[in-house]
């Protein structure tokens, strides 16, 4: 059964800097490229980043040069560094088992970026 637990979610000031983390069980997941997305109040869930198997990274636009995706195979985790965090990076942000079909979701983690 594939579990993926976010963590390290909360409330930062503009400008500031999270780590989320997500560490997955149930599957091969050395073999398993692995993604970060999110969802604002009203909006369409969208990409963040994803990083392959192999360890290549692709990020959305709005997040390049601040966030940098990770995953760590011995811990079966991946991680999201995220800096320079802006009040529109707000969202709940979920992780994703990313095969080239379908994939699995992780429940969550609240980011909110306030002053």
């Known amino acids: 059964q594939v579990q993926l637990v976010e963590s390290g979610g909360g409330l930062v000031q503009p400008g500031g800097s999270l780590r989320l983390s997500c560490a997955a069980s149930g599957f091969i997941f050395s073999f398993n490229a692995m993604g970060w997305y999110r969802q604002a109040p009203g909006k369409q869930r969208d990409v963040v980043a994803v990083i392959t198997s192999r360890g290549s990274t692709t990020y959305a636009d709005s997040v390049k040069g601040r966030f940098t995706i990770s995953r760590d195979n011995a811990k079966n985790t991946v991680y999201l560094q995220m800096n320079s965090l802006k009040p529109e990076d707000t969202a709940v942000y979920y992780c994703?088992?990313?095969?080239?079909?379908?994939?699995?979701w992780g429940q969550g983690t609240q980011v909110t970026v306030s002053s």
């Open positions: 994703h088992r990313s095969p080239p079909v379908g994939g699995d």
